[in-house]
C-alpha cells in the first residue's frame, strides 16, 4: 500500500491539467443517459425535487 500526501496529489493533479491544457468544463463531461437504469433515472428525479422544493438549482443530469 501506498500512502500519498493529500497536497501533493492534488498538485500534481492541477499540474497534469495545465499540461493538457484548458479542461471541459463539468457540464461537457456528463453522459447523456441514454442506458440509465429506472432506478437511477428515478433517483435522479427525487434528488432534482429536493433541490427545488429546498430552493437550490438542481445538479444538470439526463433522465
Do not use: C, W, Y
Not at 28 to 55: C, H, S
Amino acid at each position: 500500500m501506498q500512502t500519498l500526501d493529500f497536497h501533493a496529489f492534488i498538485a500534481d493533479i492541477e499540474a497534469r491539467k495545465a499540461m493538457l491544457g484548458g479542461a471541459l468544463p463539468a457540464s461537457r463531461l456528463r453522459n447523456g443517459g441514454g442506458v440509465r437504469t429506472p432506478e437511477k433515472r428515478a433517483a435522479l428525479e427525487r434528488a432534482a425535487r429536493r433541490a427545488r422544493a429546498a430552493g437550490l438549482k438542481p445538479v444538470p443530469a439526463s433522465f
